[in-house]
């Protein structure tokens, strides 16, 4: 495991010596998580919520928001307990394979 320290809370993991934001890994994961997630079910699903008469629009928003970041912190609390198990390059190729599999059964589904 990397030296650092934790810096102000369970998701502020910095290594010493940073106390700046990474701009660029800021607009690097943002880009990358927005783009995958135009269009993808849980933006359908949402827009099928929204769209419901009655529906107000703000609670919508709400459940979906609290659920992408619930989802997210398993993600990066998941990611981050790997890491220290499993080396970079491995843990690539087990999501590439991944992403694979769920593409192949989805088109098999089809």
């Known amino acids: 495991m ?12 910095r290594p010493r010596g940073t106390n700046n934001v990474n701009l660029r890994l800021l607009a690097t994961v943002f880009g990358t998580v927005f783009l995958a ?6 933006q359908l699903a949402t827009l099928l919520f929204a769209s419901r008469e009655g529906s107000s629009r703000i609670t919508v928003f709400v459940a979906a928001s609290l659920a992408l970041v619930g989802a997210t912190a398993i993600g990066v609390l998941a990611g981050a307990a790997i890491s220290s198990h499993v080396q970079r390059k491995y843990f690539s190729y087990a999501a ?14 089809a």
């Open 2 to 13: 990397k030296s650092g320290r934790f810096a102000g809370g369970w998701l502020s993991w």
């Open 37 to 42: 997630e135009l269009g993808d079910k849980t």
């Open 96 to 109: 590439g394979i991944g992403f694979i599999l769920v593409g192949v059964w989805t088109i098999w589904r």
